[in-house]
């Protein structure tokens, strides 16, 4: 099972695939808590449900281009944007077989 956290995202599996959720930050830049049945947990927005872990990590780089700070101004910013965050992305996917 895949259980794991990438900066404020947070990717989930289960028998049809890797879910994906972004954390939900207040004002103060603290993460958001919500109550639900008497229980607290962190708030966070569904990014997607994707089949594999490579395609959970495609959906959170787009994500993270498309909302992101940086504002990209041409392609050699997008370029450079995407290969420094699929570089991140290669790292964790080193250390995790068979995705």
């Not at 289960?14 to 994906?20: E, K, L, P």
């Not at 049945?37 to 594999?52: A, F």
């Amino acid at each position: 099972m895949i259980d794991m956290r990438i900066n404020d995202y947070l990717l989930k599996s289960n028998q049809y695939g890797v879910n994906v959720e972004k954390l939900i930050r207040n004002k103060s830049g603290e993460v958001s808590r919500v109550v639900n049945n008497g229980v607290e947990k962190s708030s966070t927005s569904s990014i997607g449900s994707y089949p594999n872990l490579r395609q959970a990590l495609a959906g959170v780089r787009k994500h993270m281009i498309y909302t992101g700070p940086q504002r990209i101004r041409s392609f050699d910013e997008l370029r450079i944007a995407e290969q420094n965050i699929q570089s991140e992305f290669d790292q964790y996917l080193e250390k995790v077989p068979n995705v």
